[in-house]
């Protein structure tokens, strides 16, 4: 059984790579190679870790979620920047 630290380590890590993954279609789809099909799968991801990143960041932040989803993606685009540098997942 994991304790506290290691279901910390675990949530970071899946942040990390969720955050990857988004800046990861952001790429892909700034430099158009992608078709439609892609796209919508891309759209599903990418809708579903900037809500997971906006409902995160609401927790400290007290601002409706539709004035902070900006804050959250640049969190997610930060995250992600980070997780591609260190290599980590």
Known sequence: ????????????????????????ILERHRSG????????LDNA????VLDAANECLGRFDSRPADDRWCDALLQVLNLGQIANISGAC
């Not at 279901?7 to 969720?18: C, F, R």
């Not at 190679?33 to 919508?40: K, Y």
């Not at 991801?45 to 579903?48: C, D, G, L, R, V």
């Open 1 to 24: 059984m994991l304790d506290g630290a290691h279901h910390m380590l675990l949530a970071e890590t899946l942040g990390l790579a969720m955050a990857r993954r988004a800046a990861e």
């Open 33 to 40: 190679l992608t078709g439609d099909d892609q796209f919508a």
């Open 45 to 48: 991801i990418f809708t579903a």
